[in-house]
């Protein structure tokens, strides 16, 4: 039986952060709720020029010249931070990548799920079509709001696969374990520019979720936890995925507790750094395990992933021997590193100028943009939104 995984991975997060313990001393909060209780440090913040086009687009490149672009047959992106009611973000970003036009392009929304029903699609499309490939982009920026509750968990970022037969870093297992439920824990109506959330009824959902899906996956699949060499989380904040790991390892011995206690340390690290990326967090999770676990070929992943309203799924997949070659593990550490750290007056005056809806054309230079990225949004004319890319 032929093999479908993730053939390449790559990931893009803006180039400017905020610490999270000046922004709890600007909000008058005990900084240690935000970095333990909460469980973040830093805060990418997205400027004017950066959306998720620009963001995907940006993340696909980081790989694109590694594959044949011209097998590529499918292309989704997952999203809920969307530019348009109407038109697909892959169409732009179909452009901006030059893919060919023999191409299914579309855009996928169920919260921050989307990005997983698009991985789905993907492996029914590449047993489907031999020889094919499909890019799956996960693309949000994440608000709720200056000064709310949601505040220290904001982020933005993009994470882009490549899957295909035969894949180069992970080989997805069959089966595959979901559950659906009409659940008003978050959400954002179309008059509003910040989600509305119910943060601790959305953990709460989370972890049932997560208890559902997974003994459901073990059931089918007869593994056990100790077959895991590590288990990832969609990761909206860190202390999210601590309590859904408390979970999986209820009733396992001490040995297995270590073990995959610091296989989550290695895949929240870049949570803890960047925030949420919605759509992309769970991928984000895999990317910072892979740079930062201790890891084997051969060695089984678990994935969950949950969206708020609510579906989710776990499903599972083990590394490809040589994985290491596919993954530029020092590039990512050493951009995070040197980020431009933004002072909250700072924060505060790009998180409004993005807020602000407008209407008639603009255009923004590159003098404006502030990116590790090439492409990025240039501004609105004639009501379509425009992308160039820096050089
Ligand atoms: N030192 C250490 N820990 C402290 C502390 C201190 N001084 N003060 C508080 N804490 C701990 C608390 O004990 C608590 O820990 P537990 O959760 O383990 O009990 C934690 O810090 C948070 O404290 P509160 O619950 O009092 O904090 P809060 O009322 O401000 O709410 C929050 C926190 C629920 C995370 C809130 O920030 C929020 O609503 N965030 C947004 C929610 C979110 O992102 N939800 C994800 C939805 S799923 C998703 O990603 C969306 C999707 O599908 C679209």
Partial sequence: MSTVGIDQIGVYTPAQYIETTELAKRRQVDPNKYTIGIGQNQMAVPNPTTDIVSMGANAARTFLSKVDVSQIGLL???????IDQSKASALFIKSILNLPNQLRAFEVKEACFGATAGVMMAQDYVKTHPGKTALVIASDISRYGLNTGGEVTQGAGAVAMLISEKPRIVEFLPESASYSDDVNDFWRPNYSETAFVDGKYSTEKYLEFFTHTFDDYLKQTQLKV??????TYHLP???MGIKAQRLALENQDEATKTRLTAQFEASSKYCRQIGNLYTGSLYLSLVSLLHQGNLNSGDLIGFYSYGSGSVAEFFAGRLVAGYQNEIATNHMQDFLASRQKLSIDEYEAIYTECGKVKTD????????????????FAGVKDHLRQYKVKG
């Fill in 76 to 82: 989704v992106v997952g999203t809920e931070s969307g």
């Fill in 226 to 231: 100790t077959d895991f060499a590590a288990l």
């Fill in 237 to 239: 904040f860190t202390k």
């Fill in 361 to 376: 054309d603009y255009e923004l230079t590159p003098e404006a943009v502030i990116s590790d990225g090439e492409v990025y």
